[in-house]
């Protein structure tokens, strides 16, 4: 399978898939990192290791001429699966409904626990025991499609909301490339 990756940042979580595709039973090749942020360090990181990359402002236009720019890219390249990764926008329900089931993402929590931002100060304020992170399918709902896969960490005495994304960052990259991998096999 031909998959697309998006990001706006660091893109550590790409770097593990882009990573793990080289395995000879993997079942796909990253065919395009696109990302909203041209200065992003994960695009940089991508095009050193031959990776197609590809980037697009949102500035200066409406969403949907943006979306229709990631959108083309992403066809062009082939790309039949789309995996989220730190992608720090919402897609709009006209580019879920185009790749319907067909995009997942990764977040920093143990969905449905704590959708949307800064989820580890959050769990840590709640007194939680374990936080973890999730890979989910993406639907029009922000972090609401059927989860796919969890991994766990402790919290710790004197976490910090940086120290505990650390922790669970470690597992993030293990969890998204093994759940991406047996998701495509299906
Ligand atoms: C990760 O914690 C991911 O779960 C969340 O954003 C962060 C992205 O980090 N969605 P990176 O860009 O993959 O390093």
Same mark, same amino acid.
């Given at each position: 399978?031909?998959l697309g ?9 790409m770097?593990?898939l882009v990573?793990? %595709? ?6 796909? *090749? ?6 909203? /942020?041209?200065?992003a ?6 095009? &050193?290791?031959?990776?197609?990359t590809?980037? !697009?402002?949102?500035?200066? +236009?409406?969403k949907?001429?943006?979306?229709? /720019?990631?959108?083309?890219? @992403?066809?062009?390249a ?6 989220? %990764?730190g992608? +720090? ?7 879920? =409904? ?12 143990? #969905?449905?626990?704590? /959708?949307? @931002? ?6 840590? %304020?709640?007194?939680?025991?374990e =936080? ?6 993406? *639907?029009? &709902? #922000? ?6 896969? !969890?991994?766990?960490?402790?919290? @710790?005495?004197?976490? *910090?909301?940086?120290? #505990?994304?650390?922790?669970? @960052? $470690?597992?993030?990259? /293990?969890?998204y490339?093994k759940t991406? $991998?047996d998701?495509?096999?299906?």
């Amino acid at each position: 399978k031909r998959l697309g990756i998006l990001i706006s940042g660091r893109g550590s979580n790409m770097a593990s898939l882009v990573e793990a %595709a080289a395995a000879p039973d993997c079942p796909y *090749t990253v065919a395009l990192v696109a990302s909203d /942020k041209p200065e992003a360090a994960g695009l940089a990181w991508a095009a &050193e290791r031959g990776v197609p990359t590809f980037a !697009q402002s949102p500035k200066g +236009m409406p969403k949907a001429e943006y979306e229709a /720019k990631i959108d083309a890219a @992403l066809r062009a390249a082939g790309v039949e699966a789309i995996a989220l %990764a730190g992608y +720090m926008r919402l897609l709009s329900d006209d580019f879920v =409904a185009r790749w319907r089931g067909r995009i997942v993402n990764i977040h920093p929590s143990l #969905l449905p626990k704590y /959708k949307g @931002l800064d989820t580890h100060a959050r769990a840590i %304020a709640a007194g939680d025991a374990e =936080a973890g992170a999730s890979v989910h399918i993406v *639907t029009e &709902e #922000l972090d609401g499609g059927e989860v796919l896969g !969890q991994a766990r960490v402790p919290i @710790l005495p004197g976490d *910090t909301a940086d120290s #505990l994304a650390a922790r669970v @960052l $470690a597992e993030e990259h /293990k969890l998204y490339a093994k759940t991406l $991998a047996d998701w495509l096999r299906d």
